[in-house]
């Protein structure tokens, strides 16, 4: 689960890091007020979208007054911003973090992730902040540093000196950055970080370090534990069916094709639209429905599917394991008289009871194609969206 | 031969009188598993599917004897029993359980490796000899004894390529599956070193899919250290590249981990690698009775 910058900044607040003095609006009018409890005389004001690339978009200024605060503010809330990190239609702007202005020295790179590979959690630094950090990981990798954290031993000070040589602190930014380190590792694990990013990490003209901006992936396998986090969760950054089918237990995700897609189990979900794209056809989505492929799943998954106007032929792939491809039938049928598809619908069953599941579907007087090969019932949808 | 596990592997289920544990316990016995018991804390004394159920691993291993252990405890509750298996001394730990939090595991992976056992999942149907035993969710009727080894990251695809195995009559020696998580139990090199020593496998189906770079670190393990022939097929070929939080994961990968990057360092490397999810068999097929 994604957080915002500004619940993010909130968290780096909690464990003492150093963040600007900010409030989050999410009416124009209330920018004024915001601008004046904070003080000063510039201010820099930040769309909170979950996608990176947002200054680039005009999703962040520099303002001299509380009224351009407002315009700024105006022009955002309720559109939609679109950043190379963000697909065509871009975020929906439901907030604006309004933050005091820092004048800054250098800019910084730091982050933190899960390796799969050193199976630890890695920090990651550099020189080279606030730009395309993944240009300098490929054309100057001397210039980034990964340090591995023992996840029994946490964060050393040994680790934060070694860091800080590569971001070319000074002493005194050394001492401040050692204390910030162990304070973001303590940060990842009490709140079951998978990802944390500070970029830029600044410098400003008074000599100190100063996180800019706050990107922060929580692990949702550990969202149970984690109930205020669970409480920022914000399903307007979420495509609509994709949040309706998370509520269902259903794992989706809308792609531009034309074959609506219905799979228990997500790597036979990707096998099969990569079967679709093999045979010459376009899938509409991903969509796992899970180990147990119920009436009520495969209801709520037709539902999804068919909310996609797009969608011309729907492609029902279910390899029955523990469940019985009888039962699935059965489940297929009513969830397709319920549901009133009148698209037609290829089924493709396979496992336990496969031939009886067949059986009872082509008995139905619903326009079902029932094809126990994957390859022909892929090439039958195919043939069917032209 | 085969495998991590055969008949006389002596299990116990961890989490054992719970609806899942149930109904998977009840059909591994009828495939002839060798479940000597299971654990449930709070019910220790009673009887379930007619074996005894021990409050502790520790009561268990005195009383039955167990060397493998098979785990279907609520996420929430996995890190402390996988450790509790590990640290009682079962040499197999088979976690099934999906939503296990990341940094749970990366405590739990430190200590078994730190043991030296061996872990399969979490999040994975679990593994299979045919004929001998069954340690996990899949469905026992599409296997059948034979020589193909299958390692994936994936359940159903696992199925998948058992069933194009079996149909095409070559069978499996075992099937494990490692499961999907970032910080899996056991690697595809772990079970490849497996199979690679195991005399009933001919050849190896090693099932991936997009993300990471677990294929890619197969694959060079494979060119240096397998002998046997090794057929695969990646998911995810298709996949759109998504929507991204911040560059640290891509960095990290350094931009490998498409379907385009492992299908190519897999060829490099050696391996056989199936165009199309339909034809894991065939090329299974081709490349055995070259």
């Not at chain 1, 939609?80 to 250098?106: H, M, P």
């Not at chain 1, 380190?181 to 940060?187: E, P, Q, S």
């Not at chain 2, 995810?236 to 990968?253: D, E």
Request: hydrophobic share 40%; charged share 25%.
């Amino acid at each position: 689960m994604n957080l915002h910058e500004f619940q993010g900044k909130e968290l780096f607040a909690q464990y003492g890091l150093p963040v600007s003095n900010s409030k989050v609006i999410y009416e124009a009018e209330d920018a004024l007020k915001a601008c004046r409890d904070i003080g000063g005389t510039k201010w820099v004001v930040k769309a909170q979208v979950h996608a990176g690339g947002r200054g680039k978009a005009g999703g962040v200024e520099l303002v001299d007054t509380p009224e351009d605060a407002i315009s700024f503010s105006k022009k955002w809330l309720g559109k939609r911003l679109v950043t190379y990190q963000t697909d065509e239609k871009g975020q929906l702007v439901n907030s604006i973090l309004i933050e005091e202005c820092t004048d800054i020295a250098e800019e910084l790179y730091l982050s933190a992730v899960v390796d799969r590979d050193t199976q630890r959690v890695v920090f990651i630094g550099s020189s080279e902040g606030g730009v395309n950090i993944e240009e300098v990981a490929k054309n100057s990798p001397e210039k980034i540093i990964y340090e591995p954290i023992d996840p029994l031993c946490g964060a050393q000070g040994f680790q934060a000196r070694k860091i800080a040589k590569v971001l070319k602190l000074n002493n005194e930014q050394t001492k401040q950055f050692t204390s910030m380190l162990k304070n973001l590792m303590k940060l990842f694990i009490e709140k079951d970080l998978s990802l944390l990013e500070i970029n830029p990490l600044v410098i400003t003209s008074g000599g100190l370090l100063h996180c800019l901006d706050a990107k922060i992936n929580i692990d949702s396998n550990a969202l149970y534990r984690q109930p205020e986090i669970a409480e920022m969760h914000d399903p307007s950054q979420e495509d609509s069916r994709e949040s309706e089918a998370a509520k269902n237990d259903l794992s989706y995700v809308s792609l531009d094709g034309n074959i609506g897609c219905m799979v228990n189990g997500a790597g036979l979900a990707m096998g099969t639209m990569d079967t679709i794209k093999y045979f010459g056809g376009n899938p509409a989505n991903f969509l796992d429905v899970g180990g147990t492929a119920t009436q009520e799943r495969v209801s709520k998954a037709f539902k999804i599917i068919l909310d996609d106007p797009d969608v011309k032929v729907v492609l029902v792939n279910i390899f029955g394991g523990i469940v019985r491809c009888d039962l699935i039938a059965e489940g297929v049928l009513a969830a397709i008289e319920e549901v009133g598809v009148e698209l037609p619908v290829v089924v493709r069953l396979e496992g336990n009871n496969a031939d009886l599941g067949s059986e009872i579907l082509s008995k139905a007087n619903i326009k079902i194609e029932s094809i126990n090969n994957l390859g022909d019932a892929a090439k039958k949808a195919v043939e069917l969206a032209k | 031969m085969s495998i991590l596990v055969n008949k006389d592997t002596r299990v116990i289920v961890q989490g054992f009188t719970g609806s899942q544990a149930t109904l998977h316990s009840e059909q591994a016995i009828d495939y002839g598993t060798n479940i000597v018991g299971g654990i449930t804390p709070g019910k220790g004394g009673q009887t379930h599917l007619g074996k005894p159920v021990f409050d502790t691993m520790d009561e268990a291993i005195k009383s039955v004897q167990p060397n493998a252990s098979l785990i279907f405890v609520p996420a929430p509750f996995c890190k402390d029993s996988i450790l509790e298996a590990a640290e009682s001394g079962i040499e197999l730990i088979v976690c099934i359980t999906e939503g296990v939090p990341t940094l749970d595991m990366l405590d739990v992976k430190k200590r078994v490796d730190e043991l030296g056992l061996s872990l399969i999942g979490p999040n994975c149907p679990g593994l299979i000899t045919p004929g001998e035993a069954k340690l996990g969710i899949m469905p026992a009727s599409i296997h059948m004894k034979g020589s193909i080894g299958i390692i994936s990251r994936s359940g159903t695809l696992t199925y998948e390529a058992v069933k194009q195995t079996t149909d095409l009559g070559f069978g499996q020696s075992s099937c494990v599956g490692i499961g999907g998580d970032p910080i899996p139990g056991s690697s595809f090199i772990d079970i490849l070193e497996l199979f690679e020593n195991d005399p009933q496998t001919e050849a190896i189906v090693m099932v991936g899919e997009i993300g990471g770079t677990a294929e890619e670190n197969a694959a060079e393990y494979i060119k240096n250290n397998v002998s046997k022939p090794v057929i695969s097929y990646i998911a995810g070929q298709t996949a759109p590249a998504g929507k991204r939080m911040g560059h640290a994961g891509a960095i990290i990968s350094g931009g490998k981990g498409t379907a385009a990057d492992k299908i190519s360092k897999l060829k490099e490397c050696g391996v056989h690698v199936a165009d199309n999810l339909t034809e894991i068999g065939s090329t299974v097929a081709k490349v055995i009775n070259k």
